[in-house]
């Protein structure tokens, strides 16, 4: 074994994740060559050094600031719901509640829910004028997809509802705390 691939090893070797014939590789390296026996042993004592530190939980205004950063919003503070910043003055209180969430996921649910009558009740129709088959057996036979597809949607609907509430709780948060 080489130097090199030695101290590739040396994470895996200290946490007992090797294969039995790799770590007796490295034994035997660590027999004959000083300098990796020497890095071994400094990863050693680091990781007792890691071991003896206490686990220190970090501060929510840290949690917060780096759920902000990746998210796309200004360190320590919370974007106002409704967005618009960019707008002229004077257009930002015609236009500022069609950028509100809740207007937003309204609108969305309900351009879904035409698509889905859209999308189903053209395939209902072709079931009826393709294979002859009766009107009502042809719309039941769209009921279970579209239950289906209807709770995926309600389902994605309700985890942004609760994204959309735990930002707002924050918000509400820090507003407070800037007072």
Same mark, same amino acid.
């Given at each position: 074994?080489?130097?090199?691939?030695?101290?590739?090893?040396?994470?895996?070797?200290?946490?007992?994740?090797?294969?039995?014939?790799?770590?007796?590789?490295?034994?035997?390296?660590?027999?004959e060559c000083s300098a990796c026996v020497e890095a071994l042993e400094e990863a050693e004592f680091s990781?007792?050094?890691?071991? $003896?530190?206490?686990? @220190? $939980?970090?501060?929510?205004?840290? !949690? %917060?600031? /780096? /759920?902000?950063?990746? !998210?796309?919003? %200004?360190?320590?503070?919370?974007?106002?719901?409704? %967005?618009?910043?960019?707008? *002229?003055?004077?257009?930002?209180?015609? @236009?500022? *509640?069609?950028?509100?969430?809740?207007?937003?996921?309204?609108?969305?649910?309900?351009?879904?829910?035409?698509?889905?009558?859209?999308?189903?009740?053209?395939?209902? /129709? $072709?079931?009826?004028?393709?294979? %002859?088959?009766?009107?009502?057996?042809? !719309?039941?036979?769209?009921?279970?997809?579209?239950?289906?597809?209807?709770?995926?949607?309600?389902?994605?609907?309700?985890?942004?509802?609760?994204?959309?509430?735990?930002?707002?709780?924050?918000?509400?948060?820090?507003?407070? $705390?800037?007072?």
């Open positions: 074994m080489k130097c090199t691939q030695f101290e590739s090893h040396v994470c895996d070797y200290l946490d007992d994740q090797l294969d039995p014939q790799v770590r007796y590789e490295m034994d035997q390296h660590r027999v990781l007792a050094l890691l071991r $003896e530190t206490e686990q @220190v $939980e970090p501060p929510a205004e840290l !949690i %917060g600031d /780096i /759920i902000h950063e990746t !998210i796309g919003v %200004g360190t320590g503070r919370l974007a106002p719901a409704g %967005g618009g910043e960019s707008l *002229p003055a004077w257009l930002q209180p015609f @236009v500022q *509640p069609f950028f509100q969430p809740r207007f937003v996921m309204g609108m969305a649910m309900t351009a879904m829910s035409f698509s889905v009558a859209t999308f189903y009740g053209d395939r209902a /129709i $072709e079931a009826y004028r393709d294979n %002859g088959t009766a009107a009502p057996a042809a !719309i039941q036979s769209l009921v279970e997809p579209v239950e289906n597809f209807w709770e995926r949607t309600v389902a994605v609907f309700d985890s942004a509802a609760e994204f959309y509430e735990l930002q707002s709780g924050a918000s509400k948060e820090t507003e407070e $705390e800037a007072q």
